[in-house]
């Protein structure tokens, strides 16, 4: 199995899991093409802005995901996080 398909598959688990368990408007994944860090990222934007929860904290730690720095918005917590 390549890397890339791999890495696809923990960013796409730990996106379900994050949809799963938190207040989220947004969880989505981003091809490497897409995204602006140039690898498989996870961009979330989450309700609340007391900063990332620590059930995602701990989902990206278990996928092996790089927590990126994003600032909050309003009333919500920007996460992006890449393999």
Do not use: F, K, N
Not at 1 to 26: D, K
Not at 36 to 64: M, N
């Amino acid at each position: 199995m390549s890397c890339t398909v791999e890495e696809r598959r923990r960013v796409r688990r730990a996106a379900r899991t994050i949809r799963e368990e938190v207040p989220a408007e947004s969880v989505d994944v981003l091809a490497p093409s897409a995204s602006q860090y140039g690898e498989w990222t996870l961009d979330a934007v989450l309700r609340g802005s007391e900063g990332v929860p620590p059930e995602v904290l701990r989902e990206l730690a278990l996928a092996g995901l790089t927590l990126q720095p994003t600032p909050s918005q309003a009333g919500y917590q920007h996460v992006a996080a890449t393999v």
